[in-house]
């Protein structure tokens, strides 16, 4: 398996199914992991951090569900390839930044990511399409259970797993649920839904986590604290919060329809033609005008598109992609040309 297989397909957990999958696009649970008697990454050395990636990458070829996957040295990676994986949500844009003596381990179903040397030694994450955090937890657990047979983890009996953040010590764990809500949104509930989650130590990001602003409708939430919870509070925790979204989300919806469908299938039709026949479009528009777009399949107003194909368009018109399928930088007026042609290819067959 090499990098540039990963644009014959795109990944399991962007596939549109899964519990809720109207409204979650997916489940993510995150493992902050360090190896004992060794600095975290941002204190290490040279020596220490590739000492950490060999270590790693030895382990990775013990542990079944991780044999023979994509394992990348970031050194050896050029920018377009390092943004064409954080685009694909498999590595954070922390990792691509500063990437000397850093690693990454992919599998083919793009489903299990394992960032080496991140802000900890080993991030180690699974997600599944739809909202399936049970199923999400169980891939990653399996993994964890595996590698700390092989590796050294830092653990103290009174603290749990120890890591460079102090918000993730204890079970290390982060859980994180990508949500499109463009009815809380129009409603203009949205501010009120995240500040109240925001007091239970839920937080928001964008649409590529850490960093990033929320845009076309899409929010991620996750948990902010582990320390002192048990893994099982802390899924629960995210699933009763997630669970409470949905139902507004929904409601949001259903008000839409019954008060407001005329404008409702206005800006829903004008969405589709419009990528279905521009020739020139922006990466903002294109993520609007596709949120716009799922709302319309959501809500079976428009039937002939499938919600997986909308997704894959939310991955495959980003600058890092659209310059691997040309094989070349792209300016920026050439990348909203390739955009467009790309939408066009895929609504129109």
């Given at each position: 398996m090499k990098l540039n297989d990963l644009l014959n397909h795109v990944g399991g957990?962007?596939?549109g199914s899964g519990p809720n999958s109207d409204i979650v696009i997916s489940s993510r649970i995150r493992l902050a992991r360090n190896l004992a008697r060794v600095p975290f990454p941002h204190w290490a050395k040279k020596e220490e951090l590739e000492e950490v990636s060999r270590l790693a990458k030895s382990a990775f070829e013990q542990t079944e569900p991780l044999q023979g996957n994509l394992f990348l040295i970031l050194e050896e990676l050029d920018s377009i390839d390092k943004q064409f994986l954080v685009e694909r949500h498999l590595m954070s844009n922390e990792h691509a930044i500063r990437s000397s003596q850093k690693a990454l381990l992919v599998n083919?179903?793009?489903n299990v990511a394992i960032m080496v040397n991140e802000e900890d030694h080993l991030r180690i994450q699974a997600m599944e399409s739809g909202f399936d955090l049970d199923a999400t937890w169980n891939a990653v657990n399996a993994i964890d259970n595996r590698l700390s047979e092989l590796l050294p983890y830092a653990f103290k009996k009174?603290?749990?797993y120890l890591t460079a953040c102090p918000t993730n010590t204890g079970t290390g764990m982060r859980g994180s649920v990508m949500l499109h809500l463009p009815a809380l949104v129009m409603s203009r509930q949205i501010n009120r839904v995240l500040e109240a989650i925001a007091k239970l130590s839920f937080t928001t990001r964008g649409l590529y986590g850490e960093g990033t602003q929320a845009s076309g409708n899409f929010f991620q939430i996750?948990?902010?604290?582990?320390l002192g919870q048990k893994e099982e509070e802390i899924l629960g925790n995210i699933k009763g919060v997630i669970r409470?979204?949905?139902e507004q989300e929904q409601k949001a919806r259903e008000a839409l329809l019954a008060e407001h469908r005329e404008m409702l299938e206005d800006?829903?039709?004008r969405?589709?033609?419009t990528l279905k026949n521009a020739h020139i479009i922006t990466s903002n528009e294109t993520v609007e005008l596709l949120s716009m777009l799922r709302v319309g399949n959501d809500l079976g107003i428009v039937k002939d598109v499938e919600r997986g194909l909308i997704n894959e368009l939310f991955i495959l018109t980003q600058p890092a992609h659209l310059q691997k399928l040309e094989n070349k930088k792209l300016s920026s007026n050439e990348r909203d040309v390739k955009r467009a042609q790309i939408i066009r290819d895929k609504l129109l067959h």
């Open positions: 957990w962007i596939k083919e179903d793009e009174d603290w749990g996750s948990n902010q604290v582990s409470q979204i949905i800006r829903i039709w969405s589709y033609g």
